[in-house]
């Protein structure tokens, strides 16, 4: 229970270590970072760990099968090294991304997260907050 709020703070500090950005060169313009990417990551990073926690409800749960193959018959060490590993992935992948590729990127993999959390929720699965497992 410890370890998984550790991880999940530790997300979090490294996400946001990411969204801190100067500019070194005054035509370096493509890499600013706005307050529209720091919402579109925050609110990633918010599905993704609900996404989580709904992963590890099926996986604990006989009554549902998760979809996702790369996911099945993972143990919890397995599929917390995969949300957190994802997690700083997608922090990074945006960080580097040049705008408006990043602003895409965020947006349409935000509404892939956001519909699968949805989606889980409307068949009746919901999360176990991290401390509750």
């Known amino acids: 229970m410890l370890y998984r709020i550790i991880i999940l703070c530790s997300i979090i500090f490294i996400s946001s270590c990411t969204l801190h950005h100067q500019k070194k060169d005054p035509n370096e313009v493509y890499r600013e970072w706005n307050w529209q990417h720091t919402a579109l990551e925050i609110n990633w990073q918010i599905f993704h760990v609900a996404d989580w926690m709904q992963t590890e409800t099926i996986l604990r749960n006989d009554r549902f099968i998760e979809a996702n ?39 349409i993999t935000l509404g892939a997260k956001g519909s ?10 919901y999360f176990t907050p991290p401390w509750k497992l």
Not at 87 to 100: E, G, R, T
């Open 69 to 107: 193959p790369l996911m099945r018959g993972m143990d919890k060490w397995e599929t917390t090294a995969f949300f957190a590993v994802t997690s700083i992935l997608h922090a990074f992948i945006s960080y580097a991304l040049p705008d408006p590729y990043r602003t895409w990127f965020q947006g």
């Open 116 to 125: 699968t959390v949805l989606f889980n929720a409307g068949i009746g699965i």
